[in-house]
């Protein structure tokens, strides 16, 4: 019989007046990785902390390695043996990375710390988990991938029982989550336990063991693996998986909205691409090389080392300074990033159009026909004094909707469903719908595929800088078969 590692019985936590979590029930097993799959994120912050640590609850038992740690009736606000990977790396920056795993580790009692030492101890890991990573690299210099497996190897050593990964896919590459893949069922097979918390059903799937569906911060279903198919998702979110109607021309473009041929830069290893008149080309950047590259080179109008760039028809060498005026950009996490919290919902709309002509936005008549032909779209909230109280929902339409009233010829769109629930997924594969309807070209710059292909209608992958293959909406299937 499998050893528990954690259990989470009725618990209710409530915050400010706020259910965060509902009768949550969460049962992990030693060796097993769990998928936590949020239908919106509802309780999923109040979930992490509550495993790391035994805050007060309403209702309810938690028990960590078989033993009650946390009840209603008393809450010792102790921390439970768990490490997160996230985004937000909790290493030491300026320190190295045997320092991170060994020297910052409770019961590390030595005065004099032999470098030598460190690095034979920390070989015998990396060899186990067969990766290279130097002992003595100061953390700032790793990669995000590098950082997640020097927090894999700190839990190891540490001898964490319980991992939280949380939503990986969004900050590394295809190509390394396969890799961190891999080694979570290294450490699973070891007697490591993983809670893998994502927002995309099909990636949890390709790891996990198990997975609760969660909504509201109540546990909808825990799914075995014989359930492990769309049809059984479907049922608790009958809205997502209907179809927009958004993706799908079937065949290459015929009218190039932008054109590269054979572009090299830093990153760019004769890169080239179309993308035509309201069509959604999803560039998959594999190896998380290329996307910042293409993105600085459009955005301030600088030029490619090598190749040509054409918007429009129109060369992007000779007249880059007007032609960059035609491009809009979407960056990843646009509603903290993007908008300004202070200008009123109008304001934020209307802020693109200086692109056209300065001070446009300021013309009342102007401002009054915007009013007009949005009020029907986003309702009330254009009449916001500022943008505050608004819901993720709301600054996500004002995001879209802003590009959709510049009309750009080209939309680029970095990582656009990051952190996205599952219902805001959904809403933005509805807003670049729109968006696509209006002929702007939308280019969607991805390290990870989440929900790209609900909208796309090509699919091109890079890989090492260069175009490996390209994917019609036809041929979707066949991608996702060799995933």
Known sequence: ???????????????????????????????EIMGLVCINSHGKEALVRLICQNLPIHYGYVYFQEQLVNNYEHSSMGMNRVSVIEQRSRLVEDLTVADNIFVLRRGFKKYLIEPRVLERQLRRFTDDFGVEIDAGAPVSQL????????????????????????????????????????????CAAQGMSFLYICNHHEEAFTICDRVTLM???????????????????????CEFFRGSGAGGHGEAPRDGALSLSGVVTDQMRGMSFTAGRGECVVLLDMNNTVLSDLVRLLSRGAQPQEGE?????????????????????????PIHTSLFREMSYLDNLCFWLDRREPALWLNSAIRKSIVREYEPLVGADIHAPDITGLSPASLYSLVYYRAHLLHPRVLFCVQPFSGADMYLRRHIIDLIGQVKARGTAVVLLAVSISDCLSVADRLLVVEQGRLKREYLSSEFPLFRAGQ
């Open 143 to 186: 990669s995000f991938f590098e950082k997640c497996v020097v927090e894999l190897l700190r839990a190891v050593v540490t001898g964490v029982k319980l991992v939280v990964i949380r939503d990986i896919s969004n900050f590394i590459s295809a190509a390394d989550l396969v890799k961190i893949h891999r080694l979570l069922r290294h």
């Open 1 to 31: 019989m499998k050893q528990e590692i954690l259990r989470l019985e009725r618990v209710t936590r409530i915050t400010d007046g706020v259910t965060q979590l509902d009768n949550m029930n969460l049962h992990i097993f030693q060796g």
């Open 309 to 333: 760039i054409l918007v429009g028809g129109e060369s992007w060498a000779r007249n880059a300074r007007r032609l960059k005026k035609q491009l809009g950009f979407v960056g990843e996490d």
């Open 215 to 237: 909504e509201d911060g109540k546990a909808l279903k825990v799914l075995d693996r014989p359930d492990f198919r769309d049809e059984t998702v479907l049922q608790f979110s």
